[in-house]
């Protein structure tokens, strides 16, 4: 079975959700399907048949956390010595050398990433680029737009 790598953020993002499923959502579904069937005929009974489907797509998202948590690789980033290398956890200071922007991005797993949040996956073009490399590195991402340089100006484990 192949793991995958979480931040103890994104884990804990996955545990909070499940537990409200199983904790809030799921009893109100059971309490919206009993309701419904009290309403008689089932065969024409719209609340319960959407209630039901409810219910099937709350069991089948707990399925996919527990799947996803049991799968995970959990990484806490701040227990692993920073030797100012990009790996994955980490959040990385860049330099736009065309632009001069500066832009920082921490690399998360798939299931964490947001680009509001600068919170990159692992396996996007410029999370690819930046592992393995360190500070002062000059890296070339691909991007849809072309070729882009960044300068690595820090690399922060927190």
């Excluded at 959040?91 to 921490?106: G, P, R």
């Amino acid at each position: 079975m192949n793991t995958f790598p979480m931040t103890i953020h994104g884990a804990d993002k996955l545990r909070d959700e499940l537990n409200y499923l199983k904790s809030v959502r799921r009893p109100e579904i059971v309490a919206a399907i009993a309701e419904a069937r009290e309403h008689g005929d089932l065969k024409e009974n719209a609340e319960y048949h959407a209630a039901r489907e409810e219910q099937g797509f709350c069991e089948g998202r707990i399925q996919e956390i527990e799947g996803k948590l049991g799968n995970a690789q959990i990484i806490d980033i701040t227990k692993i010595p920073n030797n100012h290398k990009v790996i994955f956890g980490v959040t990385v200071t860049l330099l736009n050398i065309d632009t001069d922007e500066e832009v920082a991005y921490q690399i998360v797993g798939d299931d964490e990433a947001d680009i509001k949040q600068n919170r990159i996956s692992v396996n996007s073009p410029i999370a690819r680029a930046l592992i393995g490399k360190e500070v002062d590195s000059e890296v070339e991402v691909k991007t849809p737009g072309g070729v882009v340089e960044y300068e690595i100006l820090a690399v922060e484990h927190k």
